[in-house]
């Protein structure tokens, strides 16, 4: 038993230290741009393409802070915006679900790109799939009249998380990064202790088999079926550092790492940032139902695409011969 505890405490450690050495630069750059007004300007940039999606140019300030720092950082220029962001229930589950696709990039990816995936292409699939659900959203609502009724944020307006200047500001950051990263840690330990459990009373064959008609569609290899699910619940640092860590154990192939860091790219963290956009007012078939449906079409897409022996396979995906 203590020989378990010290191996799983000692893995943690081990995982966390490849996700903060990720996570902590980029947090930084994300904070400096933040105080110099690079994340504000961005998202007046964006505005023209929120008239595509029929949101205000204001929710461009909102989808960049969340692509670039994350949602609760989404949530808190939201806050800061007042009076002058005004939507109805159709418009906050279209931008909603976008924060959802695309949000805290730089760092999440960077995790994407540790694991095994390109940056770039999974990048941009979050990007891409974030306006065009929007685009289909916004029309299809439109259309049909549904979710037109206004949402009021007011409850919002008191409680603004837009970043504070000068010394106190970086204080409160760095407290509140220290804290997120010692949760980071805990999680990351919690969930091997966890799985180790699940795994010694048979839940992780039972949840594996359940999932295996779902994996069969995506094109998933059985034995990547359990992290991907914990990534899928919880979020893509957790899924990315345990597909990290096991990848060197089991030697995944490219494109099973390509295709789970691409499902847990578009949907993951389907708890905690779900209830957080429910909060806001999005309907819940928008911001959860459509976007996994649209999540299992995409992967099952690619994983066609990328059948060994396709084209894409050997170009992109095939074992390269030693020299």
Known sequence: MLNFLRTTFIRSLRMFYTVARIMIPIMIVVRIAAQLGLIEQAGKWIGPIMALVGLPAEAGIVWATTALAGIYAGIGSMASLGDSLSLNAAQISVLGTMMLFAHNMPMEQAIV????????????????????????????LSSAGLL????????????????????????????????????????????????????????????????????RFSGL?????????????????????????????????????????????????????????????ANIWVALVGRVVLTLLIIGLMARLTLPGSVLYRRYLAPTPHS
């Not at 699939?125 to 959203?137: E, Q, S, T």
């Not at 949402?151 to 970086?170: C, P």
């Not at 010692?182 to 999932?211: A, C, E, Q």
């Open 113 to 140: 790109r540790r694991a095994g995936a390109s940056f770039w292409f999974t990048a941009a699939l979050r990007i891409i799939c974030a306006l065009l659900y929007g685009g289909l959203l916004a029309w299809g």
């Open 148 to 215: 037109q009724e206004p949402v009021s944020l007011a409850w919002l307006y008191g409680q603004s998380n837009a970043t504070q200047g000068g010394w106190q500001g970086w204080v409160d950051w760095f407290w509140g990064t220290a804290s997120s990263l010692l949760m980071t840690w805990l999680i990351i330990l919690g969930l091997l202790l966890i799985l180790s459990v699940l795994d010694k009373i048979g839940f992780t064959r039972l949840l594996t088999r359940l999932l295996l008609p779902l994996l």
């Open 221 to 281: 290899e059985e034995r990547v079926a359990p992290t991907t699910t914990i990534g899928v619940l919880l979020g893509l640092s957790y899924g990315g550092a345990l597909i990290i860590d096991e990848s060197r154990q089991q030697n995944y192939s490219p494109r099973t790492r390509l295709l789970a860091l691409s499902w847990l790219s578009l949907s993951h963290s389907l708890i905690e940032d779900t209830i957080l956009i429910l909060a806001l007012g």
